[in-house]
């Protein structure tokens, strides 16, 4: 992973609520109350992301692009999808996703406090 996606992933990550940087078998991982919903790995020699994802985002991603979206091993079964960061990166969708990872993953408290940031935000 390039350090600038690796900024940008942080950016994303680290805005939410008590969301906090890890390192999981030598790749970042970013997690709420110690619970991963994003981890970054080099498989196969290249770099992609792990994100935690809603019922269906997994199947409708790789149906949409199978080049750039993949079920990971070990959490694919659970939903989570795969994306590699070696082609052209929607970092725009990876926060959605990153967000909704989060949101599946953080105590009821912490997604009243994101609901609360973003309507301020508005």
């Known amino acids: 992973m390039r350090k600038e996606q690796l900024d940008r992933l942080r950016t994303i990550c680290l805005a939410l609520p008590e969301a906090t940087e890890g390192?999981?078998?030598g790749d970042p991982t970013f997690r709420v109350r110690e619970k991963?919903?994003?981890m970054q790995h080099q498989m196969d020699?290249?770099?992609s992301l792990w994100i935690k994802a809603q019922r269906g985002a997994q199947e409708t991603l790789i149906k949409m692009d199978p080049m750039r979206y993949f079920v990971p091993?070990?959490?694919g079964q659970h939903g989570w999808v795969g994306l590699w960061l070696d082609c052209d990166v929607d970092w725009e969708l990876v926060a959605d996703l990153a967000e909704e990872g989060y949101r599946m993953t953080a105590p009821k408290r912490l997604?009243?406090?994101?609901?609360q940031q973003e309507s301020h935000n508005l």
């Open 23 to 25: 390192a999981g078998v």
């Open 36 to 38: 991963i919903f994003v």
């Open 45 to 47: 020699g290249r770099p």
């Open 73 to 75: 091993p070990y959490v």
């Open 111 to 115: 997604i009243a406090r994101l609901d």
